[in-house]
């Protein structure tokens, strides 16, 4: 296989879209300009102005700190980033929000019949859209362990970048090109300070993820406090390690059996950092939270499956209220004048 859309010019880089330059979408970004083999368009969006102007500032685990970097081409739109397409690789970084925008529809200008849709993004079936709105394209996960935020274009990057690449199997296309495709990403992603490689199990990966994701993510941004404050104040022995439990038995339901020791490994993992998940940073920001793709979506799958998940229910629930506060403070729902009361 070879679906190279490599420029004719004098450097034959591969061309990448990057939508969504946050925290890992940034640090993809620098990973696959740093790496050599990539040219990156940016969709930037309230970044636009100062990143065109100035350029990310980056503190990074990997990099080093007082960085500036500009990927090779920003642009404030899909629309305008077909210029410097085609691309081989439409990378989506955001925070996953079916439910709220539809990212496949946003990035449907810039995809070809060989280009690649790579969901950067935590979560369970994260999939969907893409693999039914573009049947025949490679659809890749990546499953990043990174600690990194971005506050305003300059980025926090605390914790290293792990990133695993797979295909989400798609029946319209041989295994062979879907492997193919995915190692030829993580070729151009892979460089002498991070750690990415090809993911052979996407659903044992995702669903490994997700003891963390779906337990100290929300519980963190519910409370306020980083992953320390709730071990010390006890979070972590009477709510976390029962929700992960939580997580592993939905997960055997769903035909994927994890070890036990992932949920010491998930607690341990940020040690000895008083570590903030991306959930809490996004409640500190007052955006809107991944509930349905972190939480929604594993409840659905343990109440199809009948597995008892007394601790996630009420997590998911508490984070649909915050969740339609957040709406309501920014305008997308409204709710009656007058209470509305039983009769
Ligand atoms: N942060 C972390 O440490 C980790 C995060 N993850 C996962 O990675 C994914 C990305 O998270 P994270 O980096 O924290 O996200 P951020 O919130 O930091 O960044 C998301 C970016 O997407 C941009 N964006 C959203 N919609 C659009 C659009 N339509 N066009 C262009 N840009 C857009 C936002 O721009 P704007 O400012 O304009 O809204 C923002 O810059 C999530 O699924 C998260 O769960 C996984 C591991 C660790
Ligand atoms: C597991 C962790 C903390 C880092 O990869 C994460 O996924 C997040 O902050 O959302």
Known sequence: MNNCLCDNDMDSKCKVLLVGSGGVGTIASYALEYAGKTKVT???RSDYDRVLEKGFSINSCDYGNGLIFKPSNIVNSVEASKKHGPFEYVVIATKCLPEVTSMIDVIAPAITKDTAIVLVQNGIGIEMEALTKFPENVVLSGVSMIGSANMGGHIEHESPDMLRIGYFENNNISQSHQEAVCKRFVDLYQNDKNQCVYDEDVKFSRWRKLVYN??????CALTGVDIG???IWGGVDSIIRKAMREVLAIAKSDGVV?????IEFMIRSDDPVYY???MLVDADKRNLLEIEVILGNPVRIARKNKVDVPFLTIIYELLKIVQSRTMEEKGMITIPK????PK
């Open 276 to 278: 903030r998940p991306s």
């Open 258 to 262: 994890l070890p036990e020791d992932v």
């Open 338 to 341: 007058e209470r509305p009361v």
């Open 42 to 44: 940016s969709v930037l």
């Open 229 to 231: 404050r709730l071990e």
């Open 214 to 219: 779906a337990c100290l993510n929300p519980v």
